[in-house]
């Protein structure tokens, strides 16, 4: 069973510019969720997406969007980045279900914004 | 709306030491209560969750109860090992709070140190 992957591993961006990290979900998954981690915090929710529509978001402004593929892996895209973006972006995966599920973790993107 | 407090690390004990990692939460509906453990350079890992009040979770030799009346989920372990260093992270998941979507709620994180 192949786990959640998620590329690139680090990245670095100028102020402005736009990003895409990409995930792809543990095999029977077909929910992901993206979640930012800023050095030294807990992770931040910033939007769940199922049967390719977006299911739920926390408080990101629009230039943060998302994208799932009928496979079910997943895109962030983040437009005019701020240095406040800098982070790790952390992909999970899930099936989603009426009863609360485990949502399994990628490795992260470290995303550094000069 | 919700949110989840930890106690601040770093915590470092020695090894065969007995560990508490106090969590309390603050919930609009009835949360689900989760703990996770992050490595260094891995992601995160799910260390052991309950889903409803008086439940215990336990995984490793690790254990958590949920407690309602005191809202808390504090994580212990009766003897440490150097292995189970790491970052701990205490979350929820509130069903009732709208949106519909499963999107946890993490505390800052403890960073738990093992000396041998």
């Known amino acids: 069973e192949t786990g959640v992957t998620q590329s690139p591993t680090h990245l670095i961006k100028t102020r402005g510019q736009q990003v895409t990290l990409r995930c792809s979900s543990q095999?029977?998954?077909?929910?992901v969720s993206w979640y930012q981690q800023a050095l030294g915090q807990g992770p931040q929710f910033i939007f769940q997406?199922?049967?390719?529509?977006?299911?739920g978001r926390g408080n990101f402004p629009p230039r943060f969007s998302g994208l799932q593929f009928p496979n079910y892996s997943s895109e962030l895209n983040v437009n005019a980045l701020e240095l406040d973006d800098s982070a790790l972006y952390l992909c999970?995966?899930?099936?989603?279900?009426?009863?609360?599920?485990?949502?399994?973790f990628g490795p992260g993107t470290r995303l550094t914004v000069l | 709306g919700n949110s989840v407090t930890q106690m601040e690390g770093p915590v470092t004990l020695s090894e065969e030491a007995f560990l508490t990692i106090n969590c309390t939460y603050t919930?609009?509906?009835?949360?689900?209560l989760f703990w996770y453990v992050q490595y260094p350079g891995e992601g995160l890992q799910l260390l052991l969750k309950a889903t409803k009040a008086d439940d215990k979770g336990s995984n490793k030799g690790f254990e958590a109860t949920y407690r309602k009346e005191t809202t808390s989920f504090h994580l212990e372990k009766g003897s440490v090992q150097v292995s189970d260093s790491a970052v701990y992270f205490c979350a929820l998941l509130d069903r009732n709070s709208g949106g519909g979507a499963d999107g946890l709620t993490f505390g800052k994180g403890t960073h738990l140190i093992i000396q041998p």
């Open positions: 997406y199922y049967r390719e529509e977006e299911n």
């Open positions: 095999s029977g998954h077909n929910t």
């Open positions: 999970a995966s899930s099936r989603l279900s009426g009863v609360p599920n485990e949502q399994f």
């Open positions: 919930a609009t509906g009835y949360p689900s």
